[in-house]
């Protein structure tokens, strides 16, 4: 008998991406809606059009863990929003899936780290990278991986993520992800490796 979850509302995912993740190739993935956004709002947010809890795409959080090790180009993934933390039951059953396949997961919450540990803290046991804090227009930064603004906090949770982020240095250079279903476009900015930064 099949097991009902709650489904996870999803706004967009890509895949073989190189900006996005400490490791050299990655999958992004936009969840819809943000409680945050649609009652306290953090002015100058990038993601605005994810604030709205409308479903786009609601799905099995197995089923998306099991498309997404079927297709990711390698075991590494992104999750931002929206807030990912707003959809959290469904949320860990999808990142636990993905753990137990070996992914090496970041993610974004505009939650407090305090608050994470204080009343979400199974998330913890499945991220590699946590970024936590909400975007703050008057702080805004650049030059920092993953980080928007200097409130914002970037924890690597385990040794493997420790490691990675290590070895790896941040660069200005963004990726344009052209979606099927309209003309909008993803510009995105973070991480390369090294032995990529040559590259025309």
């Known amino acids: 008998m099949r097991v009902m979850r709650s489904l996870l509302n999803v706004n967009s995912l890509h895949h073989d991406l190189h900006t996005v993740h400490p490791l050299p190739r990655a999958s992004i993935l936009h969840l819809q809606g943000c409680l945050r956004g649609r009652t306290d709002p953090c002015p100058g947010c990038a993601n605005q ?3 709205s809890d409308e479903g786009r795409w609601g799905v099995d959080p197995l089923d998306l863990a099991a498309l997404i090790i079927r297709l990711a180009a390698a ?3 992104s999750v931002s929003g929206g807030e990912p933390l707003d959809q959290y039951e469904p949320l860990c059953h999808f990142l636990t899936s993905l753990k137990r396949a070996g992914f090496s997961i970041l993610m974004w919450t505009g939650f407090e780290m305090r608050q994470v ?3 979400l803290r199974a998330v ?3 991220v590699d990278y946590l970024i936590t804090g909400p975007y703050v227009e008057q702080r805004k930064t650049r030059g920092i991986p993953f980080i928007s603004s200097s409130n914002q906090e970037i924890h690597c949770l385990t040794p493997r993520a420790r490691k990675a982020f290590q ?3 941040y660069v200005h250079e963004y990726e344009v992800v052209i979606r099927k279903d ?4 993803v510009c995105l900015g973070g991480i390369l490796p090294h032995a990529v930064l040559g590259r025309p």
Request: net charge negative; glycine share 10%.
């Open 75 to 77: 075991p590494a993934l």
């Open 124 to 126: 913890l046991d499945s």
């Open 167 to 169: 070895n790896y240095v």
């Open 49 to 51: 059009d994810l604030w």
């Open 117 to 119: 540990r204080d009343g």
């Open 182 to 185: 309209g003309p909008s476009a």
